[in-house]
């Protein structure tokens, strides 16, 4: 198989992984789907909310230098968070950001 494809095929597989694992149950950067859920309301356009309590607990726990690494991707996007609002929730709960975030 040539080169092309190979790196097709690799893409492909990776594509397939994401699935899923998204439809598995979400479990990105130490927040699963419930904390994913809470913040939601939050980090969707057209009218975003301050987060929630329970918000701001699940992104606590959560690896916010990981949660930093998804700021360019296609999955935040694909699952309507606007990576903009969800790169502003650390300091709306109080919490400290990665510094090269």
Known sequence: ?????SKLLGMVVVGLLLIVEFASGMNICNMD????TSCKPSVTQPNP???SASCCEALSGADLQCLCS???SFVLPSLGIDPE????LP????LTSPSNC
């Open 91 to 94: 300091t709306k709960c109080n």
């Open 85 to 88: 609002l969800a790169l502003a």
């Open 1 to 5: 198989m040539p080169m092309k494809g």
């Open 70 to 72: 998804y700021r360019n």
């Open 33 to 36: 789907d419930d904390g994913l």
């Open 49 to 51: 909310v301050e987060p």
